[in-house]
């Protein structure tokens, strides 16, 4: 279903051409990036371990509940990416990192793809002109590329254990 229908998708997301009264916009290099935050946390990240049969993996463990939360974008034709720190997760902050990525990519049109999460759907929320969301489909995070990514980032501190979250910030 959303194969068949993301060309329509894409379409309805592009801007629209300038009637003939109007100043023409100048065209601008169509870019499409795969955005989503994750949460990182002094709760240990843990994965599994090699060991030999009816052996539990041993490793660091503490349950210390402050987080941060990381929103990313890749761009998967060109592996680009921009990333921006946010706490608390809400569609304030989601509108600050379109702004921010906006800004970084001034000089071209931005598609998104997005999950539905309330805050990337959020009424109130302001996107800026040279952005535009196109919604994946509902509980279908195998979409999005930068899910793996997020994945090998949590990989990267799986099983370590940080005091503060200073020197978590530095390893991610």
Not at 28 to 55: A, M, N
Not at 135 to 153: C, D, H, K, V
């Amino acid at each position: 279903m959303f194969q068949a229908e993301l060309e329509r998708t894409l379409r309805e997301a592009l801007p629209s051409e300038p009637r003939p009264e109007e100043t023409p916009r100048p065209l601008l290099p169509i870019r499409l990036w795969s955005p989503d935050e994750s949460r990182f946390g002094l709760i240990t990240v843990q994965r599994r371990r090699i060991t030999r049969k009816g052996v539990k993996p041993i490793g660091a463990f503490q349950q210390k509940f402050e987080s941060f939360y990381l929103y990313g974008a890749v761009e998967p034709a060109t592996g680009e990416s921009y990333f921006q720190e946010a706490d608390p997760c809400n569609s304030q902050s989601f509108g600050e990192y379109l702004k921010g990525l906006s800004e970084a990519f001034p000089d071209s049109f931005n598609l998104l793809l997005v999950d539905n999460g309330r805050h990337h759907t959020a009424k109130k929320l302001e996107v800026p002109e040279n952005v535009r969301r196109v919604f994946l489909p509902p509980y279908s995070p195998e979409l999005n590329p930068i899910e793996r990514f997020w994945q090998a980032m949590k990989a990267g501190v799986a099983w370590l254990a940080f005091e503060t979250l200073d020197p978590l910030r530095e390893r991610v």
